[in-house]
């Protein structure tokens, strides 16, 4: 028997409709690229995204075609974003970060038709026009008295290309399962991979990350997502904030510690997120200049474990709470979060801080595991690690054209039906995830494992450490021991001896890195995170001290 409820098919371009109905003068404020920060609402954003579809339509986009963004976090981002994906093209964010050759590639790979591109980016679209075989359409996002002049095809100023279009537009009216968003992984082996939300997973997967305990924003909050809508969809908040009515701030190109702070400020933000090193930016900012955070009240980290030392100064420095996230491109993106419970807050200071370093609990809508290698379950008491699989609506199936297929289906799934994040993990008695490692960075010490992200966490808290990485180096007896490679803050020294001191009594005594060095820049990936394999590749002969006492 079927329930009798009215057929509503889950299509994000409910989210701005709701905004344009019942908060259509909230405002939507953004630091332009062309320099002064911009104010508009999300009543306005709904009618320029109405033209932006009706633009596409006119160039011939049809349902299903590929529609991509070059672009950072601004209004007009958000309104292509909204018209394209509310007529069913499919929005593909391109990650700027990454190098040009690789954005050809993925831009072919995609198929996509029209190229929104940011002014900024405008170098990187001449130097891959000549290399796209699918773009028809380039449109910068600007006014034509800032178009770009160098040697662009078909280009067009996004003022003129949805001018003189009429904001009555058919929306929706296709199945929930319809493509909505296409974002490609880094991929660090091989080939980047496509990961291809619906409509569905995309509705389904705001409402859980904006439930009361992961972000819990609402039509009273100020919301800067620093995190860029080419990152997972802005960690969905480029849908959870028009779906609430939260005052959404976009931070444009700039996202030094001075340029959001003076947004989180003026703006009166109540609610961010982003990466560690983002906030690394901000805190030593706020140091420097003795400033305090007079509105924020809470903080999403993500995309990387949260070092002990950027907790402890957001919670006990400047009385913002920590919402302590995991999640991944696959996952839409997030999997778990880190809020108390009951009996967390039953425990003394430290050991809540302990618990608020780890992952958290699944949201609703995740489904979640570790295993060993050949699938067994492992137990939940926080000791036992290994690999993490989960499963929800809102998981990646299978890669875009069937990319790293595990199965005849295409699907990218276990036999079982799970996804294998490449994380591994601890679970304990009440459900509390902790990210161990990469499966493929965990160091292998002796036939056990020593997690490179838990040194990395404290040694970044040492005096004069601006950031910090361990990787394993061979070892003649161990196969592997940890090397800690540390990048000072400047003017400052920290001595090896000095480090180990630091972590001696923190961190198992067989988990002592064997050596420490000193680079300039520790080499960071296209989303913000140590890019581990570039520093293997320029410690591969590394020989530890160690190594050449056990010759
Ligand atoms: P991406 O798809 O680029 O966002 O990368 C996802 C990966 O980032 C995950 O599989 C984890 O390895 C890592 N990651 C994300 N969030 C966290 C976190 N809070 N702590 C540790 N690792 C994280």
Redesign the pocket.
Known sequence: MLGLMQDWPLTVDKILDHAHSWFPQREVVTRSLEGPITRTTYGAIWGRAKQVTNALRGIGIVLGDRVATLAWNTERHLEAWYGAMSMGAVLHTVNPRLFPEQIAWIINHAEDKVLFFDTTFAPIVEKIAPLLKTVTTYVALTDRFNLPTGAIPNVIAYEDFIAGQSQDAQWGAFEENTACGLCY??GTTGDPKGVLYSHRSNLLHAMAANSADCFGAGANDVVLPVVPMF??NAWAIAFVAPMCGAKLVMPGARLDGASVYELLESEKVTFTAAVPTVWLMLLNYLRETNSKLTTLKRVA??????PEAVLRAFEQDYGVEVI???????MS?IGTIGKMLPEHYAQDRETQIKTKLK?GRALFTVDMKIVDDEGREKPHDGKAFGRLMVKGPAVARAYFKNAGARNAKGECLEEDGFFD???VATLDEIGVMQ?TD?AKDVIKSGGEWISS?DIENIAVGAEGVANAAVIGVVHPKWDERPLLIIEPKPGAAPTKAQLLAFLEGKIAKWWMPDDVVTVEKIPLGA?G?INKLALRETFKDYRLPSTQAAE
């Open positions: 992984t880094s990152h997972a980290i993500g995309g990387s474990a949260v302590h996230a995991w999640g991944m491109t696959e993106p992952q994040t490449g994380d990210i990469r992200i989303t995170k």
